[in-house]
């Protein structure tokens, strides 16, 4: 079974940075695609980006070119560095491994304008 912790969420104000890291139990950690997601209040949770385990990244338009999605196989950590944040970016962000259906429990960022 796969556990998986989000951390560095927060409050931050528009423009700024954050990053997210999720470390995960278990030596499966390198064979799955990772990705993180995101739920906006009253909106459905969707796709922010994803890594496979050689490293190929996809990311949603909205973030493109502001977030970098990594991988650290050794320490069986996924990372989210944000950056230009803007209100629209307010969520709960989740790490899962999508293909095993394994998910974390979520971390709150809050951008203030």
């Known amino acids: 079974q796969v556990q998986l912790a989000e951390s560095g969420g927060g409050l931050v104000q528009a423009g700024g940075s954050l990053r997210l890291s999720c470390a995960a139990s278990?030596?499966?950690?390198?064979?799955?695609?990772m990705g993180w997601y995101r739920q906006a209040p009253g909106k459905q949770r969707d796709m922010v980006a994803t890594?496979?385990?050689?490293?190929?990244?996809n990311y949603a338009d909205s973030v493109k070119g502001r977030f970098t999605i990594s991988r650290d196989n050794a320490k069986n950590t996924l990372y989210l560095q944000m950056n230009s944040l803007n209100s629209e970016d307010t969520a709960v962000y989740y790490c899962?491994?999508?293909?095993?259906?394994?998910w974390g429990q979520g971390t709150q960022v809050t951008v203030s304008s």
């Open positions: 278990g030596s499966i950690f390198s064979f799955y695609t």
């Open positions: 890594i496979t385990p050689s490293g190929n990244r």
């Open positions: 899962a491994a999508p293909e095993i259906r394994y």
